[in-house]
């Protein structure tokens, strides 16, 4: 029996060692295990490097004219990608993508893009989050008339498709990409407001709630500190995933010259100002629509992964 | 016995059954219900004196088969004009019982080869050949149109063999075009202009210098070389050097960014007052003169942005609204936007876009422009005009209504097997001496019509439909410019080229059965040219190329 007491004790060293690791890193062990969620990490790992970096990556300005640079370059318009490495020769200038209608650097605005297109995301989904969460919430935590006018109004913003929606208020605010940013995000806040009402709801019936509330914790306290924080995992996968869509509509509006104006250089609007050239130069279509596919797909990725990771029902599985 | 008889009874009723069903020919390729033809009566529209201010003093019909125009002002490119497509000849009963609307619009009764059988809107536009044709009848029996802004699309379409023809070729597709032995490439002659509009009325444009210093920031040259395909070129003048007094006198100004920028200075802008940013409209619409819009529009705005440290907006519209905003003079800042010649003369170009009837695209009016170009256009010869278009395009200069930028070269394809196919400078190919030795000849172009009643329509892509349908007194000869005879036999002119007596030939059918005669004519115009006039509806009311071609109407409703 002697020998059995180590045992105990041990288990109990552990017992308590596990209490200590918090939700998130017990998140983080599982979503590194994940071998599809690690690809979407490294992949936006890039995109966000490169984005922060662009500046001192581009080999041109994103809206340079190749006629205007010093000394000017005798170009043609949508000159096929020349890489000195692989044997273009050494007088032309090297342009690794090529460049485009307007004689500019293609990987020099690939680049640029990619900030366009983060930021896109993360700004109509921070804008939808915030929004949605604060209807949400007090959809949710309140409930009656509050509840019943909040969803009913979300419920007409879903009945819409949501790109011809977002294509309705650029028309009326006018083409340019903040109009395009609050088109998107606002598309996109029913779906955030249901996720945050549907959490609220299971949450506020919580013992511990009751318990705040028992010891005189005022409305502000109750929503704010103690149901929201634990209602925030399936805004968090939402929130992932939707950036992922934003990007899309970004683009999609992009491209029917709804959202970033030339010469700003936006992978949408760079797909769609060489749509006729599928033919004659398709680098010029297929690069951006590539770099699109690969962000959204890093996005949907790792959205896919934190879901998994935050479900603790799917605990045995990893 | 009996049998033999049965058999012959029975051949009788299949062959008057035969008949009767091949006996369409009696029955008219349109039908207009409840329309019945008039007989003609003399008719005559008459202006009280020529102060309303306009070229017309009256149309006449004298008989069943003259018609009398008289003018305000001798005009040598009379004929010209008038042989163009918008005073095509509509059966007076018809254009009375559509109210000048409606019907008029999808459906045109003309005396064409082609008349219109079906008008899908949206998908295509089916014409059938007329058999009651005065003239040498279509070789095709159908006819369709079919349109798509892509010129890949196009491109495509003709490649996989579902058109046997497309309009404008994308500039980069020539190569690919001529390297097909199973394409024909045809290119049209650059008679066209893309300009740079500028609206007068609108800061910072309504001080000359400022004007005048962005005729000279951008490297026009450029934009031909590097966005232009083969056969175009850098406009010295706004109209194009083949017609006749086009590019007489001073060039444009050389591309010159440090006398611009010292330019915009003296007109007090500097870097406490600096340039405001400006839009720069367009329509995303592929035309011969602006092969590639959001190309060029960029190129200008990067120009602008280097040479003048002037930040441009891009604005493209939609391109019946962008074509509006500009007759009515709404597009501040610059617009892009261009013209194909309709007939060969300098009337068409400077007289159309700054003599007395034009619109105020650019504006208000530059009076010593206009008086300019009204006494150029009423002399005889090109000799005695000359003088007149060359103070007309110093006045250009110095006022800078516009930036001319380039006369764009296009081009036209068809299946190589496709006889008489070609590319008309006037953008009115037709289709009529095509054959591809099939039944059905299909024309994509860059675009669907928007109305068929082209008395009130500009649009290229709907004139060169109704050019298959309806004919106007005169024409202009297949791919090419001069003008010919077509409803009109013989026509005369007085010798002070002021009255102008037409022919007409005999026995013309309309598509309906009716028959063509002076009163026809007369009705087909005075309706264009009487603003008071119950018919003087049309799609829009604008009736722009009376107006710029004639001049104001008669009894217009005061301003």
Known sequence: MSADTPKIAKLDAEGLSLKSVSLWQ?????????????????????????????????PYPPTLSMLDAKPPQNLDKRSSPCIHLFGCPADQPQHILGTDGNIRDEFSRLLFGSRLSLMVGLATVSFAIAIGTVLGALSGYFGGWVDNLIMRIMDVLLAFPSLLLAIAIVTVLGPGLINALLAIGIVSIPSYARVVRASVLSVREMDYVSATRALGGNTNQILFHRILPNALTPLIVQGTLGIATAILDAAALSFLGLGAQPPTPEWGSM???????????????????????????????????????????????? | MKRHVSV???????????????????????????????AFAPTKLE???????GEIKSIEAVDELTVKITLCVPDPAFPSKIAFTSFAVQ???????????????????????????????????VFKAFGDYWGEKAKVDTLVFRWGTESAQRLLELQS???DGIDNVGPDDFATVEGDSNLALMTRPALNIMYIGINNTFAPFDNELVRQAFAQAIDRQRIVDNFYPAGSEVASHFTPCSIPNGCVGDAWYDFNPDAAKALLEEAGY??????????????????????????????????????????????????GAFLDAADSGSLDGLHMLGWGADYPDQTNFVGYHFGAGSSKQFGDKYEDLVAAIESGAQLATDAERKPFYEETNKLIKQHVPMIPVAHGGSAVAYKAAVTGGHASPLGNESFSVMSNGADTFVWMQNAEPISLYCADETDGESLRACEQVTQSLLGYEVGGTAVEAVLAESYEASDDLMTWTFKLRPDVKFHNGFTLDAADVVASLVLQWDASNPLHTGNTGAFSYWSGLFGPFLNAPAE
């Open chain 2, 8 to 38: 012959l009874l029975t051949l009788v009723v299949l062959a008057s059954l035969l008949l009767a069903a091949c006996g369409g020919g009696s029955q008219p390729a349109v039908q207009t219900e409840g329309l019945k033809e008039e």
């Open chain 2, 91 to 125: 059966p007076r009963e018809y254009l009375q019982s559509t109210g000048g609307n409606g019907a008029l619009l999808e459906k045109p009764i003309g005396t064409g080869p082609y008349y219109v059988a079906q008008w899908e809107r949206g998908n295509q536009l």
């Open chain 2, 270 to 319: 500097n870097a406490d007052n600096p340039f405001p940013t400006i839009k720069l409209h367009y329509r995303d619409v592929v035309r011969g003169y602006l092969p590639d819009p959001n190309v060029v529009a960029q190129d200008i705005q990067a120009q602008l942005k280097e040479n003048l440290g002037v930040t441009v907006e891009i604005d493209v519209m939609e391109s």
């Open chain 2, 47 to 53: 202006a009280p004196d020529c102060e309303y201010g």
């Open chain 2, 161 to 163: 063999g579902t058109v």
């Open chain 1, 26 to 58: 017990i998140t983080w062990r599982r979503l590194f295990k994940r071998k599809s969620a690690v690809l979407g990490m490294v992949i936006l790992g890039i995109m966000v490097f490169v984005a922060l970096t662009a500046q001192w990556i581009a």
């Open chain 1, 271 to 318: 797909l769609g100002a060489e749509r006729n050239q599928v033919f004659t130069a398709p680098h010029l279509v297929f690069y951006p629509g590539l770099a699109i596919m690969l962000t959204v797909l890093s996005f949907n990725l790792l959205g896919d992964g934190l879901r998994d990771a935050l479900d603790p029902r799917l605990a045995h599985v990893s």
